[in-house]
């Protein structure tokens, strides 16, 4: 059983933060109470909230994303976390380099979710700048995500 998840992209201040937003909002609808974090796998806005066009327009689809603050993956998350999701290849990449034998969270591509075929990324607003398309691919993959993980 799946008891909590960790959402992972490079900065931790527009995928993931939007993913755990959404999660947390979604999640209790179906009866759920997984805890939900998200991380960076680098450290360069450590303490800060996610990235401002992202938070409005998160906000725009009734997602709150204020209370965030970013943090680095840690090698505890291995342990503490029964799933750790990827927003895209580069981010599994590094936490595999991370990883140490002993860790027990599984490793997922987000995009998984969305085609188990050839899972895409998931487009960076922060380099794409479009915010609502990335929303949206992760608001579908999360609704998979939880009818695919925790079947009713
Ligand atoms: P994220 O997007 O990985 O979805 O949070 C990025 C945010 C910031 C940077 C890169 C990606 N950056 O280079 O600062």
Known sequence: MINSVLFV??????RSPTAEAIFREKAPRRGLSVIADSAGTAGWHLGKAPYEPMQTTAAEFGYDLSPLR??????KDFSNFDL???MDQQSLLDLKALTLRANTAHLRLMGAYISAGSPPDIPDPYYTRDFVGALKIIEQAIDNMLAAQWPK
Do not use: D, E, K, T
Not at 9 to 14: A, F, H, M, R
């Open 9 to 14: 992209c490079l900065g931790n201040i527009c």
């Open 70 to 75: 970013a943090r680095q993956v840690a090698q």
């Open 84 to 86: 750790i999701i990827a």
